[in-house]
Nanobody, 113 residues
């Protein structure tokens, strides 16, 4: 059984920064690609960023150059550094182990203008 616990969400002004963290239990973490998704009110869940176990990253176009995903396999953590936040980044952000049904509970990010 894998558990994912996110932290670091909150309220920030446009142009500000937040860092999300996801702590994972279980040995699956170091073997799998990890991802951050987000879901805004009334919208479908959207893939934001992924990172393979080797550190290769990918981002949705809307966050490229602003967000950075990273992982620490020794600590079983994955993070999402979010800079130059925009109002449209407001959403619940979820940590996910790719190709599994393991999801975190979500953490709210609200960017106020």
């Amino acid at each position: 059984q894998v558990q994912l616990v996110e932290s670091g969400g909150g309220l920030v002004q446009v142009g500000g920064s937040l860092r999300l963290s996801c702590a994972a239990s279980g040995s699956i973490f170091s073997l799998n690609t990890m991802a951050w998704y987000r879901q805004a009110p009334g919208k479908q869940r959207e893939l934001v960023a992924t990172i393979t176990r080797y550190g290769t990253t990918n981002y949705v176009d809307s966050v490229k150059g602003r967000f950075t995903i990273s992982r620490d396999n020794a600590k079983n953590t994955v993070s999402l550094q979010m800079n130059v936040l925009k109002a449209e980044d407001t959403a619940v952000y979820y940590c996910h182990v790719s190709l599994t049904n393991y999801w975190g509970q979500g953490t709210q990010v609200t960017v106020s203008s």
